[in-house]
């Protein structure tokens, strides 16, 4: 039995499955290429930006009193620099942003401010501002003032004395040992005091201390000088 053909569709009809529906759209939802058309993803909405809070109207005069203070530390004005920067602090006190900065400003002016004292000028001068220097631990200026009263007065063993100390103190043992050396050949009466001087406890525990105490003790007999004899 002979197939049917299909009879050809004539030409400008459209097929029911590409039919546009009432919509405009087409009724097939597979679309001409037979895939479902991706749907667009939706468009991100922009974020939200924080809004900045707003300047006080008294940041303006607060910044503008802290650059007249710099500028008159800069030209070394530090009186009138100090009371801007303080001014500051007093009339804007809920500017913290530049508070810091004022304050670090302001130490610079008062150190500045601050007579300062007169150097020692004389041994004893000397002497007892390397004491208090020790007495307070620093042992670079005490150094210092203890190194021009040696240079002044090379036999003063108190000094050779206290350079001992503050070279001990800064562990410095080699340094320490010669000047106690010293100390001691100038005056025995250094020795035991080396002995119990808390501040060479360091110093005693150096396997050259004893050795330095016995060579200044010899140092120091040779250089008594020798007794007269009596007549019998």
């Given at each position: 039995?002979?197939?049917?053909?299909?009879?050809?569709?004539?030409?400008?009809?459209?097929?029911?499955?590409?039919?546009?529906?009432?919509s405009g759209a087409s009724s097939n939802p597979a679309g001409?290429?037979?895939?479902?058309?991706?749907?667009?993803?939706?468009?991100?909405?922009?974020?939200?930006?924080?809004?900045?809070?707003?300047?006080?109207?008294?940041?303006?005069?607060?910044?503008?009193?802290?650059?007249?203070?710099?500028?008159?530390?800069?030209?070394?004005?530090?009186?009138?620099?100090?009371?801007?920067?303080?001014?500051?602090?007093?009339?804007?006190?809920?500017?913290?942003?530049?508070?810091?900065?004022?304050?670090?400003?302001?130490?610079?002016?008062?150190?500045?401010?601050?007579?300062?004292?007169?150097?020692?000028?004389?041994?004893?001068?000397?002497?007892?501002?390397?004491?208090?220097?020790?007495?307070?631990?620093?042992?670079?200026?005490?150094?210092?003032?203890?190194?021009?009263?040696?240079?002044?007065?090379?036999?003063?063993?108190?000094?050779?004395?206290?350079?001992?100390?503050?070279?001990?103190?800064?562990?410095?043992?080699?340094?320490?040992?010669?000047?106690?050396?010293?100390?001691?050949?100038?005056?025995?009466?250094?020795?035991?005091?080396?002995?119990?001087?808390?501040?060479?406890?360091?110093?005693?525990?150096?396997?050259?201390?004893?050795?330095?105490?016995?060579?200044?003790s010899r140092l120091a007999e040779r250089k008594q000088p020798?007794?007269?004899?009596?007549?019998?």
């Open positions: 039995m002979a197939k049917q053909r299909p009879q050809p569709r004539p030409k400008g009809q459209a097929s029911a499955l590409a039919r546009p529906s009432a001409a290429g037979g895939r479902t058309p991706a749907t667009a993803p939706p468009r991100p909405t922009q974020p939200e930006i924080a809004a900045k809070p707003p300047r006080r109207s008294t940041y303006v005069e607060a910044v503008a009193v802290y650059e007249q203070g710099v500028e008159a530390l800069q030209k070394r004005d530090f009186a009138r620099a100090e009371q801007l920067l303080e001014s500051v602090l007093v009339r804007y006190p809920e500017e913290k942003e530049l508070h810091e900065r004022v304050r670090l400003y302001l130490n610079i002016c008062r150190r500045q401010a601050t007579p300062k004292e007169p150097l020692p000028q004389t041994v004893d001068e000397r002497l007892y501002a390397a004491t208090l220097s020790i007495n307070g631990g620093r042992y670079d200026e005490a150094i210092t003032h203890l190194r021009l009263v040696r240079d002044e007065d090379p036999d003063n063993d108190y000094a050779l004395y206290m350079l001992a100390v503050a070279h001990a103190q800064r562990g410095e043992h080699a340094e320490a040992l010669a000047h106690l050396e010293r100390a001691i050949t100038l005056n025995p009466e250094n020795r035991a005091l080396a002995r119990r001087d808390p501040d060479l406890e360091m110093l005693r525990e150096d396997e050259s201390f004893q050795a330095t105490l016995e060579t200044a020798l007794r007269p004899k009596t007549a019998r």
